[in-house]
């Protein structure tokens, strides 16, 4: 799971989502890890403008944060 390579590739951004939609997953490859997120998971979909749609798992996505937090994009709460 190399999810800061896709932050460094910015294929993951660091910025915040305009929104943060969560439901089942539709069998759609998760833009972290490249596997696809089944119908029992659940998936976490980061809306941006203008940026190709993204699609996590809740781990990813939990990754995902680690990583924004650890260059200071989110703040340590
Ligand atoms: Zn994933």
Known sequence: MMVWKKVEAGTLPTEAPVKLWAGNGRGEPC????????KSQAEYEPQYDGRAPIRLHVGCHGLWEAERRRRGYLPDD
Do not use: D, F, G, R
């Open 31 to 38: 833009t972290a890890c490249e596997q696809p997120i089944l």
